[in-house]
């Protein structure tokens, strides 16, 4: 399995978003729905070995963690707005307790939490879990691990304290360039298949 974890430094955690503003009063949700259509859609299916985990940090209120899991995700589609439709649904909803997973209609579950909730989660799992940096030793496929995951941000740098969260993670790179959270798992997967 794959999993990807995306910080969304402005995207809300309840209330509303405009579908017609996604990178605008929607805290750059736009960048959120690509980084969900990357890491799960192929040409004619989905991807059934990948999650990708939303961090919405923006409030108001506490942070909130949506999870999509292509292996039982239904009725998702690959537009924007679609997938904006989708995380509107869930952050009208009240908050759920910190590493509390609540299900929100089939493949999509959310749950209270931060970066580093998810990060404890993982370790549990038994997820190695990588941050992408371009400043970093190049990824390789590595056979003999079955349960990667990947740390990426959204248009904004990780801040002090997702960078204390992440301190003894090991980071990998796709490049000697910056490139966009959705570009990133899209290489990621290409690597590792």
């Given amino acids: 399995m794959r999993h990807f974890a995306i910080v969304g430094h402005r995207a809300p955690s309840s ?29 004619h299916s989905i991807r059934e070995d990948t999650t990708i985990t939303l961090h919405l940090m923006g409030g108001p209120g506490v942070p909130r963690r949506i999870r999509f899991n292509g292996a039982n995700v239904k009725g998702l589609h ?14 009208s909803d009240p908050v759920p307790p910190r590493g509390q ?8 579950e ?20 990588y941050v992408l940096s371009k400043e970093a030793p190049r990824l390789v496929k590595d056979s003999d691990l079955e349960e990667l995951g990947f740390i990426l941000s959204d248009d904004r ?11 003894g993670i090991p980071c990998c790179s796709l490049g000697d360039r910056w490139l966009q959270g959705h570009i990133a798992i899209a290489i990621v997967h290409h690597i590792l298949d």
């Fill in 78 to 91: 690959v537009d924007e707005r679609a997938i904006g439709g989708r995380i509107r649904s869930v952050i």
């Fill in 157 to 167: 740098p990780f801040n002090p304290d997702e960078e204390r969260i992440m301190a």
């Fill in 101 to 108: 997973w609540v299900n929100h209609g089939q493949g999509i």
């Fill in 15 to 43: 209330g509303s978003i405009n579908l017609n503003d996604l990178s605008g009063s929607g805290g750059r949700m736009d960048v959120l729905a690509r980084a969900i259509s990357s890491a799960l859609f192929l040409s």
């Fill in 110 to 129: 959310h749950s209270g939490g931060d970066l580093e909730t998810t990060l404890n989660e993982w370790k549990d799992a038994e997820i190695k879990a």
